[in-house]
């Protein structure tokens, strides 16, 4: 099962590990940097629409984000 965890947890990995700042990334959605801060602790999880973006500026697959291909394995 897919848990709201593991994909708070892939979601900040894949903000922390890209080479964009926070605020470049927040700039680009359109948001606000403490938005950014949010995904990366876990206090908040993006709209879809916006979760489709980020994935987009970050050029990471959302099934990994959200576990889709983990979720194959399990079965």
Same mark, same amino acid.
């Given at each position: 099962?897919?848990?709201?965890?593991?994909?708070? @947890?892939?979601?900040?990995?894949?903000?922390?590990?890209?080479?964009?700042?926070?605020?470049?990334?927040?700039?680009?959605?359109? @948001?606000?940097?403490?938005?950014?801060?949010?995904?990366?602790?876990?206090?908040?999880?993006?709209?879809?629409?916006?979760?489709?973006?980020?994935?987009?500026?970050?050029?990471?697959?959302?099934?990994?984000?959200?576990?889709?291909?983990?979720?194959?394995?399990?079965?």
């Amino acid at each position: 099962m897919i848990t709201i965890e593991q994909i708070q @947890v892939k979601l900040a990995d894949a903000i922390k590990q890209n080479k964009m700042s926070q605020i470049e990334i927040a700039h680009r959605l359109n @948001v606000n940097p403490a938005t950014i801060s949010h995904y990366i602790h876990g206090t908040k999880l993006p709209a879809l629409e916006t979760f489709a973006n980020l994935c987009d500026i970050l050029n990471i697959d959302t099934n990994y984000i959200l576990c889709i291909d983990d979720n194959k394995k399990d079965n």
